[in-house]
């Protein structure tokens, strides 16, 4: 599957973002997704993940409260829904595919779960 994610800025501190990744080449509804970030210099990090159908999702506990993934698997998309931004949460954000299999309950995923990449897209928060 080959992803194409937009939606970055630059936004003031306390504002908002909805970041969206637009998925073709095979059935988004295959995929447990996810959303990654990157400071320069620093590895990707986990920032959420939602299943196949939308029904359970996991942030990371820095973003929790804050951000929201969701997906429309008609429109092929999916979304991160950022509010109230820090400082911090600049960075290059990646979405990603994952045809890792899930049961009762999510786990991070971690990049080796990973086939299929979004170009990443730069969300800058300024003061």
């Known amino acids: 599957v080959q992803l194409q994610a937009s939606g970055g800025g630059l936004v003031q501190a306390g504002g908002s973002l909805r970041l969206s990744c637009t998925a073709s080449?095979?059935?988004?509804?295959?995929?447990?997704m996810g959303w990654f970030r990157q400071l320069p210099g620093k590895e990707r990090e986990f920032v959420a993940e939602?299943?196949?159908?939308?029904?359970?999702?996991l942030v990371a506990d820095s973003v929790k409260g804050r951000f929201a993934i969701s997906r429309d698997n008609v429109k092929n998309t999916l979304y991160l829904q950022m509010n109230n931004l820090k400082l911090e949460d600049g960075a290059v954000y990646y979405c990603?595919?994952?045809?890792?299999?899930?049961?009762?309950?999510?786990?991070?995923?971690?990049?080796?779960?990973?086939?299929?990449w979004g170009q990443g897209t730069l969300v800058t928060v300024s003061s």
């Open positions: 990603a595919a994952s045809s890792l299999a899930t049961t009762y309950r999510l786990i991070p995923l971690t990049e080796l779960d990973i086939g299929s």
């Open positions: 080449g095979d059935t988004f509804s295959h995929y447990l």
């Open positions: 939602i299943t196949r159908d939308g029904s359970m999702t």
